[in-house]
């Protein structure tokens, strides 16, 4: 079993930044990638990016260029560096992780709210 806990989410105007963290702890050892989902109100659950244990990113279209995950493998910390934050972006983003015999877990999620 693995359990993270999301910190960093909060009130933020349009063009600011905010700076997720996730701390993974139980079973790490088998954590292949990790990374952020977000689910916006009254909206399907939705990939923002993902990072594999050998360094590979992913992200949305919707957040290239403005967002940033990073890894502190040693520490079992997942961060996600969100620039130019638009209303848009507003939601619940949650941690994610997938372990190499493809066990998946979820963070309980932390609130993004972009203000215009």
């Known amino acids: 079993q693995v359990q993270l806990v999301e910190s960093g989410g909060g009130l933020v105007q349009a063009g600011g930044s905010l700076r997720l963290s996730c701390a993974a702890s139980g079973s790490t050892r088998g954590i292949n990638v990790v990374g952020w989902y977000r689910q916006p109100p009254g909206k399907q659950r939705e990939l923002v990016s993902t990072?594999?244990?050998?360094?590979?990113?992913n992200y949305a279209d919707s957040v290239k260029g403005r967002f940033t995950i990073s890894r502190d493998a040693a520490n079992n910390l997942v961060y996600l560096q969100m620039n130019s934050l638009e209303p848009e972006d507003t939601a619940i983003y949650l941690c994610?992780?997938?372990?190499?015999?493809?066990?998946?877990?979820w963070g309980q999620g932390t609130q993004v709210t972009v203000s215009s």
């Open positions: 994610y992780t997938k372990t190499f015999w493809l066990s998946e877990y």
């Open positions: 990072i594999t244990s050998g360094g590979r990113t």
